[in-house]
C-alpha cells in the first residue's frame, strides 16, 4: 500500500482545503519527483511518465481544485503496486484527451472518452487505496438537483470527500479524495454522495 506521495486530486469541497477553479490561489506545482516505495518499502521510482503533461495542463487552466497533481500522479493516486499498470493506462488517455480535462468549483472532470480505463482503475483499486478507515464516523455534505458532496472524518485518516455532478446525459461524474489527494473518480446512474454505498467507496473502503 503506498503511503507516502509526492502527488499531495478523477473518479471526480467544504471545508476541506479545496479550491474553487478561478480562485486567486498560485496554480499547483508541475514538478514531479520520485514517488515512494510500495507497501513494503523498496527504492524510490520515477512518477508515470505523462505526469508532468497532464499537470501541466491542470495548471494551465487553473484547476485550484486539485492541488496536489503532482503528488497523487506520482503515487499512483495511492493505488496498490498490482494497479499501476491500470493507473499508467488510465493516466495516458486522460493525457491523450487533456483538452477534455476539465474543472469545477468541488471537483475534477476527466475526459468522458477514458470512462473504460477509470472503471478498470476503479475495479482494480477497490479495497487497496485506504489503509485504515477503521475508524470513521458519519458523514456530512450537501445535495441539489445537480451536485453533492459528502465528507466523511476517519481517525488516523482524515477526512474522506465525495463530490459528484450531474452530466449532462443524466449520469453523475464523482471525485473521490482523500483530503486534498485524488484517489480516483467514478461514475454512477444517480446522485449518491455517500462515502459508504456511493461509488467511490471502492476508494475508500
Known amino acids: 500500500m503506498r503511503i507516502g506521495i509526492v502527488w499531495t486530486i478523477l473518479v471526480f469541497g467544504t471545508s476541506l482545503g479545496l479550491f474553487a477553479c478561478g480562485a486567486e490561489e498560485p496554480p499547483p506545482s508541475s514538478t514531479t519527483t520520485s514517488g515512494s516505495g510500495g507497501s513494503g518499502g523498496g527504492e524510490p521510482k520515477l512518477p508515470p511518465a505523462r505526469c508532468g503533461e497532464l499537470c501541466d495542463h491542470v495548471s494551465q ?21 498490482a494497479c499501476e499498470s491500470a493507473f499508467e493506462t488510465l493516466l495516458g ?33 477497490q479495497g487497496q487505496t485506504r ?11 450537501t445535495n441539489a438537483s445537480d451536485a453533492c458532496t459528502s ?13 459528484c455532478t450531474r452530466l449532462g446525459d443524466g449520469t453523475w461524474q464523482c ?20 462515502n459508504l454505498e456511493g461509488c467511490c467507496a471502492a476508494f475508500f473502503f
Do not use: M
Open 61 to 81: 487552466i487553473k484547476c485550484f481544485v486539485w492541488p496536489s497533481c503532482a503528488k497523487d500522479c506520482a503515487d499512483y493516486l495511492r493505488a496498490d503496486e
Open 175 to 194: 471525485t473521490c479524495r482523500s483530503d486534498v489527494s485524488l484517489l480516483g473518480t467514478c461514475t454512477e446512474p444517480t446522485g449518491k454522495c455517500d
Open 131 to 141: 489503509s485504515d478507515t477503521a475508524a470513521c464516523t458519519g458523514q456530512s455534505g
Open 151 to 163: 465528507s466523511t472524518f476517519c481517525a488516523g485518516v482524515g477526512e474522506l470527500r465525495t463530490s
Open 93 to 125: 488517455c486522460w493525457a491523450d484527451q487533456k483538452a477534455d480535462f476539465t474543472c469545477l468549483p468541488t471537483q475534477v472532470v476527466p475526459p468522458a472518452g477514458c470512462k473504460a480505463e477509470e472503471d478498470a482503475f476503479r475495479a482494480c483499486a
